[in-house]
């Protein structure tokens, strides 16, 4: 039977007393010595990863080591590529910087004084997060941790989940997890968040995320949650909380703590008619494959959570349609809805990651030509760009020009949505601030509307 076989037809059992309580052990950049297998690699290579490490972050816990990780395979297995700095992030003039200063046993305010103008170089905060995301309330203050781009969702941010179990090598969220106050969006406050959703009864859709929520104890989910159930707040139908605990620490619904608490709270919101969605962040079939997150995914299922499957398109990860095709397949076997095929954010270490639109396309085509219909619901290949969400639907020809067929998944303006719109072909770009409007137009057609927007938050904000 090939591998293959093998992992689609592995039978799901839940045991619970197989899954004891399970330390968390986590490692960080200064930890680099303590991670045995990592002696594989050579000196050289190591202080490179100290190098990138220090620019951006890098953190890994015991279970990708021991259960994702094919340390035979190392550098070119994509767990390892999911979860370890690799040179090729940082720009070679970046990577120098550094590296000349660590050799030099340079003053710690030098080194971080470099660290932080790399940084600022790497676009910090797509899609104007920042500028045009954030609320405010009647007296005009920021409220910070909400953002409400689209209108029936809303985005938060609670302070206790702004870090995740580990962290992977291209999020996109990078400059929350480096320390820098200025670069995080966080709130603590259960009670901004109730009071703006109070007031907001067109909102249905609340999206925890982070970081990874679910790094949150119970107790304090709960704070966040429990209110939800009261009726001044039957307008929220559907909670929904990011996560790549699954991936990374799948114990979190097993043997951990509160694990037991958490089930029962996810119960208690799904048999009070809240849908509970959990968007988990899956990036290859390889993060499907262990027990223990067949087993966290059966008993969330069994707690009437529905478990949706997200995740961007990475060079050196998942630049395969063989590798989507079987996460999708895996996906629907186990009972989680194939939902999201990113593209790579323009940010960070982009260089190291992104793939060029036309490609990305040719791989969600192909990939979706080997599922069957369940596996379907995928969409993409789309970017979060700040207009809104915009989809590769395909490359064509039209009056003799060969062009990207977009439209909008979602829409600053509701109206955006749904409408086809056409980019002149161009085989390198790999975000949507590459592409131009097809057939000599000189704007897109939501380019007044969405500058008329941007203007008026902005003027807000000075
Ligand atoms: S789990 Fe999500 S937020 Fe956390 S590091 Fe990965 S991509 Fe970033």
Not at 128 to 148: A, K
Not at 290 to 302: F, G, I, P
Request: proline share 6%; glycine share 6%.
């Amino acid at each position: 039977m090939t591998a293959q076989a093998q992992s689609l037809t592995r039978p799901i059992t839940f045991n619970a007393a197989r899954f004891e309580p399970v330390p968390f052990k986590v490692y960080t950049q200064r930890d680099f010595d303590q991670i045995v297998p990592l002696a594989k690699l050579s000196e050289a290579q190591r202080f490179e990863m100290k190098v990138v490490s220090s620019v951006l972050p890098f953190r890994v816990n015991q279970y990708v080591i021991d259960e994702l990780i094919d340390w035979d395979n190392i550098p070119a297995d994509p767990m390892f590529q999911l979860t370890f700095p690799q040179r090729g992030m940082l720009a070679p003039e970046h990577f120098d910087r550094i590296a000349t200063l660590l050799e030099h046993g340079a003053d710690k305010k030098d080194v971080d004084a470099a660290v932080d103008a790399v940084r600022h170089e790497l676009n910090p905060h797509p899609a104007d997060q920042m500028e045009m995301n954030m609320p405010r309330d009647e007296h005009g203050n920021r409220l910070e941790g909400i953002q409400h781009k689209y209108r029936e969702t809303v985005l938060f941010f609670p302070s206790q989940g702004q870090t995740c179990h580990s962290y992977c090598t291209f999020c996109f969220r990078w400059a929350q997890f480096v320390g820098d106050k200025e670069l995080r969006i966080a709130s603590s406050e259960a009670e901004t968040l109730h009071a703006y959703l109070r007031h907001h009864c067109e909102v249905t859709d609340l999206l925890f995320t982070g970081g990874d929520p679910m790094v949150m104890k119970t107790r304090h989910l709960r704070d966040y949650l429990e209110p939800l159930l009261k009726p001044e707040f039957d307008h929220i139908q559907t909670i929904r909380i990011g996560t790549k605990a699954l991936t990374f620490w799948p114990h979190r619904f097993l043997g951990a703590d509160d694990a037991d608490e958490l089930i029962a709270l996810l119960e208690r919101l799904t048999e009070a008619g809240k849908h509970v969605a959990l968007m988990t962040h899956f990036n290859h079939w390889k993060e499907l494959d262990t027990e223990a997150t067949q087993a966290a995914v059966r008993r969330l299922r069994k707690a009437g959570v529905v478990i949706r499957g997200q995740g961007p398109l990475i060079a050196h990860l998942n630049d395969d349609p063989d590798v989507w095709a079987r996460m999708w397949k895996t996906q629907v076997r186990l009972g989680i809805l194939p939902y999201y095929m990113f593209v790579e954010r323009d940010t960070g270490a982009r260089n190291y990651f992104e793939v060029p639109l036309v490609r990305a396309w040719e791989i969600y085509r192909d990939a979706m030509q080997q599922v069957s219909g369940l596996g379907r619901t995928a969409r993409g290949p789309s970017m979060s760009a700040s207009p809104g969400k915009v989809e590769i639907q395909g490359v064509t020809e039209v009056a003799g020009e060969k062009v990207f067929v977009l439209r909008f998944i979602q829409g600053r303006n509701p109206d955006w949505v749904q409408r086809p719109f056409f980019a002149k072909f161009d085989p390198q770009a790999t975000w949507f601030d590459h592409l131009k409007p097809a057939f000599g137009d000189e704007k897109w057609f939501w380019e007044d509307e969405y500058e008329a927007i941007r203007d008026d938050k902005l003027s807000i904000e000075s």
